[in-house]
């Protein structure tokens, strides 16, 4: 149910909401906000606004009494208050803009990274050498990005296909492995070499029938068969002899788990080579996020809570707590309901800041190509919980992420 009030009867501590007014139309950060002044109560006035919307919940004290004659104030128009509320407001449009445009930027490097994984998956049984040297090179770049780097910042891709194919799961092992093995200090050469391992971990699928792969209700013969990828994988891993075995370990041991109880091995705890228990977490996570049928797909958040919880004994207790922390509560791509009511999607988190992501915000008012962005740093608004998409309406989910897919790129912040 809506309440409204007169703007005349506000008073700093009421929480307010500015209804159907478009974002750009008035000079606050949000449209839903805890009134903290009789300035912004003035500039609501200037606005020629007569009535709000309040919210009994969110606000610390109730608005005045009716009864409450307030003193009459002539608004300044010109006022520095309202000035200078302008002046933040176009300055956090261009901040806006500017955001805007890295995302893009990181979409676009994703997009060519992506595509060179996918030629070297694609010709490595042809050009071995030359797919390698390749994917040193891919590797090399990402690795070098983050080497010193005081943080690190996962930026979530928009992906222009619902289904991109193998390629683009090892792009996302090799983003989510190195973000993991940064947060391990793990030097330039283990990280080098856990690139690698994660690029080619699923080297052998290439082997195996797609009907085989998509099939979540496998028979016992189709698992054998599945399982049998990492055996093709050394397969074709064996072709390039300059390979560090600590590369091959990764092909080798990606599927075993910590209770012992993984293929094809059966290896447990510390016998699993450490960067394949990294690589371990990574696939697992972006299987989760991103299987072969949407409609099963977990939420970053809960696919976080579900390894965390339900499979802890399937992974390195330490490397599993390091990557709940690098990547956050609420890592990129999670719905959020934020303290302010909003419904928004995290877009990109700071390694050293997890509690202060960056926000796409739903506005039906605005075209989702211009949907703001909102830096919790910024603001008093502060995440209230995650949401599952089956939850919220329709409209809300696609506006939000209308291709339903969890794709990241990582870059050293210093």
């Not at 390091?322 to 309901?337: D, N, T």
């Not at 995440?383 to 919220?392: D, G, H, M, Q, V």
């Not at 696609?398 to 969890?406: D, I, K, T």
Request: glycine letters at 8%; one cysteine or more; proline letters at 6%.
């Amino acid at each position: 149910m809506k309440h409204t009030v007169s703007v005349d009867r506000l008073q700093p501590g009421v929480f307010i909401s500015l209804g159907e007014l478009r974002w750009l139309d008035h000079p606050f950060l949000l449209n839903r906000f805890l009134l903290s002044s009789q300035e912004q109560i003035k500039v609501l006035r200037s606005l020629g606004l007569t009535t709000v919307e309040w919210d009994p919940e969110r606000s610390t004290v109730r608005p005045l009494p009716e009864t409450t004659t307030p003193a009459v104030e002539e608004v300044d128009f010109s006022s520095s208050v309202l000035d200078s509320m302008l002046d933040a407001k176009r300055e956090r449009t261009q901040r806006v803009r500017v955001q805007r445009e890295g995302l893009a930027r990181c979409e676009r490097l994703f997009e060519q990274e992506a595509t060179g994984v996918g030629e070297i998956l694609r010709d490595i049984g042809s050009r071995p050498l030359e797919s390698y040297g390749r994917a040193k090179g891919a590797v090399g770049r990402m690795v070098g990005s983050l080497l010193d780097a005081e943080s690190v910042a996962v930026h979530l891709v928009n992906m222009k296909v619902k289904e991109p194919g193998l390629a683009h799961h090892a792009m996302n092992v090799v983003v989510l492995s190195l973000l993991l093995g940064k947060a391990a200090k793990l030097g330039e050469e283990e990280m080098r070499w856990l690139g690698l391992g994660a690029m080619f971990h699923d080297l052998g699928k290439i082997d195996v029938p797609a009907r085989v792969l998509r099939n979540a209700q496998r028979t016992a013969a189709e698992e054998q068969f599945y399982q049998a990828h990492v055996g093709y994988g050394i397969k074709h891993a064996a072709t390039i002899n300059e390979l560090p075995v600590a590369v091959k370990n990764i092909i080798a041991c990606h599927h075993e788990r910590w209770d012992g109880k993984g293929f094809p091995n059966r290896l447990a705890a510390g016998k699993i080579p450490r960067l394949a228990r990294v690589a371990a977490i990574a696939n697992r996570y972006d299987n989760l996020c991103n299987p072969f049928d949407l409609r099963t797909a977990r939420t970053p958040a809960e696919a976080v809570a579900f390894m965390f919880k339900q499979e802890g004994a399937h992974y390195d207790p330490e490397l599993l707590q390091l990557f709940v922390k690098s990547i956050g509560v609420y890592p990129p791509g999670s719905f959020v309901a934020l303290s302010d009511g909003s419904v928004g999607l995290v877009v990109e988190n700071n390694s050293a800041d997890l509690l202060h992501p960056l926000i796409m915000l739903h506005d039906p008012g605005v075209p989702r190509n211009e949907a703001l962005l909102l830096d919790l740093r910024e603001t008093e608004a502060t995440i209230a919980a995650a949401i599952s998409p089956a939850k919220l309406p329709v409209e809300v989910v696609e506006y939000l992420a209308p291709r339903g897919r969890v794709d990241y790129y990582i870059e050293g912040v210093r």
